[in-house]
């Protein structure tokens, strides 16, 4: 049972660190482009799933 927390712990980790250098990505470009809606939107997108994400970390190290 640790073996699959810890593997599915490492899963989100890697999927929220992923995400974060996503959205990092998209709000440069967003900078440079100085108020792009479609790299805002992708912004947004991003730190919803990052959001959950969390959750589901939060969840896996109460239990």
């Known amino acids: 049972m640790k073996d699959r927390w810890d593997a599915e712990a490492l899963r989100n980790v890697r999927a929220l660190a992923s995400d974060v250098s996503a959205l990092l990505t998209s709000l440069e470009v967003s900078r440079r482009r100085h108020e792009d809606d479609h790299a805002i939107q992708r912004s ?4 919803e799933r990052m959001q959950q994400n969390l959750e589901r970390l939060i969840s896996l190290l109460r239990t």
Do not use: F, G, R
């Open 44 to 47: 947004y997108a991003l730190a």
